[in-house]
Every structure is written in structure tokens, then in C-alpha cells.
């Protein structure tokens, strides 16, 4: 179905239970769904050049709104021809709306009914940022999808202050939308509510019935325990609005995504895979590997043996743990061109189970495989 932005449209080819493949197509690029969307915060995907990622099969990455905003600016990036231009990334672009850093970066903010104001991480200037304000930038950074601006409580919040966030989350929602949309700009809202389900529930009502060309879930991640999250959004994902796509946002482990694409989720972002690879970790269909153990010291295996990445295809674990060990950036790059390849081919893995009707009996198998084989543990 055409979304209510011109340009965009989207279609559910298949079903399997409650899982789902559809394609999103936006003016800059045809998106298969259930996808990942690499973090690109400062308009890079850290120590990957975009034809890195573009070879890992993403085609729509993720930008942050409050760090652009800050520096180099959103009218310097405007001047580049948005941040695709900027950064020269080929396919689409979703940008957050600053909500997030209200959570993250809680000691550096406040907030009241009409925005929040941040003291700046960087030089400590003072900027307000508005639902306005957040629509006016994301127009400036020229993403095919600009998310609204809301406010993310902690994950052991109490029941009034999470009321209090969705209460402010749903009136920003309603402003965000009577801001003058830019040109091929698609907009999605966010529902929060905590692990209240009901909460949860009621907030999806709210936000669904508004215009919006997608619907996200934020708020999860920030503390709760996965197990929880996994209850919740088996619940909430399936009430979720089947015409429009459904983004969990800043989620998360591939046993994350497995469960919730499983739910019904169709849109993923986290910079887990590329934080972990400077951490010297890789994300492999056995589990995480810790390549700074000693026992890949002599380990001429590949990486992965099932992976076809031009990492697992070339490097031994050897190699790539002399690198991490003698602090070689080249160690973290090919762990970060890795594990977004990894999570490249979960997805594709994850569509093609669903058209065949066998999404999850692969999901139990693949994850239990991986928790059997874990170097890390929980």
C-alpha cells in the first residue's frame, strides 16, 4: 500500500505466524524487511567506508539527529545535500530525533512540556530542542525518515513518570505532524509505556491512530530484562498497525532481533555490532567469539566457517587477534565490516525462513547453536 508520504510504500509479500517479509520502498531505495540499519551517529558507520556497508546488503542506515545538530551543524550538512550527500551513502537514510539522548545523556538535560534543553557534551552551550526544532533539523539532514520527538524513561521507572513521558511523547507526536513536512520525508511516531503492557497498549492506540507512515517502539533496551522486553513486544508487535512498517528501535543482540522479527518487528537499528568489534568481539552464526582470548593466539581457522564475508574468507583468527592485540585500527574495521555482514545474512536468513513457512523451528535451532558454542557468556 502507498504510505501517506508521496514516495513511499509498503508491501507484506509473506507471513509466517506472526513474522512477516514485506519491502519498503522510499525515494532513494527498495528495503527488505525484516532489515538492520546500521548506526551511522556522526554520519559514519564507525571505521566502515559506505561501500563497506553497502556490501554487508544494508540499504537504509541510521543517523542521530542530536549529534549533527550539535556539530558540524544541520544547515552545514543542508549545504552537502543532507547527510547522504555528506557522507556520500547511495541508498536511504532514517534519522532519531534527539529523544533518545533525554534518556542517555539524562545528567546534561532537562525537560518540560514544551522540549528539552541539553547542555551541550561537547562545550557546555545550552540548546532547546523542540518537536519543531526536531522536524526543522531532520528536514535540514535530508533523511527519507524522520522520527518524532519523545521521551525515553528508564527501564525501572515508576508508573507516573513513564505516564508522564507518554503523555509528553503523544503531544510532541501531534506537533511533530503539524510541522510542514519536507519533501520526501517520510515521519514515524514511537509508543512508549515501559513494561506495562497495558500502558504499552493504550500508548500504541494513541500513536496509531495518528498520520504517521510507520510506527515505531521505543523505550526498550534502557535496563528492563530481555526476557521481559521479549514478553512485551510478542504482545504489542501483533496489535501494531499491519499496513505500516514496525521499528524496535535500538535493539539489539541477534537473539534480540531473532525473537522480535519473530513477533512481527520489520525494522532494527543498534550499535552493538560495531561496539563490540572495537572490543575485540565478533557475532558468528556459533555464538560470540572473544578474539582476544588466548586460544586464537595460533588459530588459523577462519573467523566463521559458515560466513562468506571477505573477512572469514581471507584472515584467520590468528591474524585478527595480532591485530586487536597490537592495537592495529585495521583489527576493529574487519570485525566491523564482520559483524554487520553477520547481521546482513541473519536477516536475509530470517526472510527466506519466513517465505517457507519455517521461521521457528530455524529460530530455536540457530539460537541454541550459538548459546551452545558462546565464548563470552551472559
Request: a negative charge; glycine letters at 8%; proline letters at 5%.
Amino acid at each position: 500500500m502507498s504510505l501517506p508520504t508521496a514516495g513511499f510504500s509498503f508491501r507484506v509479500d509473506a507471513v509466517d505466524g506472526d513474522a512477516r517479509c514485506a519491502e519498503l520502498e522510499t525515494p532513494r531505495a527498495v528495503i527488505q524487511t525484516p532489515a538492520f540499519m546500521p548506526v551511522g551517529t556522526q554520519a559514519t558507520v564507525k571505521a566502515l567506508t559506505p561501500e563497506e556497508v553497502e556490501s554487508t546488503g544494508a540499504r537504509i542506515i541510521l543517523a542521530n539527529t542530536y549529534h549533527l545538530w550539535l556539530r558540524p551543524g544541520a544547515e552545514s550538512i543542508a549545504s552537502h545535500g543532507g547527510v547522504v550527500g555528506f557522507m556520500k551513502w547511495p541508498h536511504a537514510l532514517l534519522t532519531d530525533s534527539g529523544g533518545y539522548q533525554a534518556f542517555s545523556l539524562a545528567k546534561h538535560r532537562s525537560i518540560d512540556e514544551d522540549g528539552i534543553t541539553f547542555r551541550s557534551h561537547l562545550d557546555g552551550t545550552l540548546h532547546r530542542l523542540t518537536p519543531e526544532e526536531a522536524m526543522r533539523v531532520q528536514a535540514l539532514l535530508g533523511s527519507d525518515v524522520a522520527m518524532v520527538l519523545d521521551e525515553c524513561p528508564p527501564g525501572d521507572a515508576p508508573r507516573d513518570v513513564i505516564e508522564s513521558a507518554m503523555s509528553r511523547t503523544t503531544a510532541w507526536a501531534a506537533r511533530c505532524l503539524q510541522t510542514e513536512a519536507a519533501e520526501g520525508q517520510a515521519r514515524f511516531g514511537i509508543v512508549q509505556g515501559g513494561t506495562e503492557l497495558d500502558l504499552r497498549l493504550a500508548h500504541l492506540q494513541a500513536i496509531a491512530a495518528m498520520d504517521f507512515d510507520g510506527i515505531a517502539l521505543g523505550g526498550f533496551s534502557v535496563g528492563e530484562p530481555p526476557v521481559r522486553m521479549y514478553e512485551l513486544v510478542a504482545e504489542i508487535a501483533p496489535a501494531m498497525p499491519s499496513d505500516r512498517p514496525r521499528y524496535l528501535m535500538g535493539v539489539g543482540t541477534p537473539t534480540d532481533l531473532l525473537r522480535a522479527l519473530s513477533s512481527g518487528i520489520d525494522l532494527f537499528d543498534c550499535v552493538l555490532p560495531t561496539r563490540n568489534a572495537r572490543n575485540g568481539q565478533a557475532l558468528t552464526w556459533g555464538g560470540r567469539v572473544n578474539l582476544r582470548q588466548a586460544r586464537h593466539r595460533d588459530d588459523e581457522s577462519a573467523l566463521d566457517a559458515d560466513c562468506d564475508c571477505s573477512v572469514c574468507t581471507t584472515y584467520s583468527r590468528a591474524y585478527l587477534r595480532h591485530l586487536l592485540k597490537a592495537d592495529e585500527m585495521l583489527g576493529p574495521r574487519l570485525l566491523s565490516l564482520h559483524n554487520l555482514h553477520f547481521y546482513g545474512a541473519l536477516m536475509r536468513k530470517a526472510r527466506e525462513m519466513i517465505r517457507l513457512g519455517r521461521l521457528q523451528t530455524w529460530v530455536d535451532t540457530t539460537l541454541a547453536y550459538m548459546r551452545e558454542r558462546d565464548e563470552v557468556g551472559d
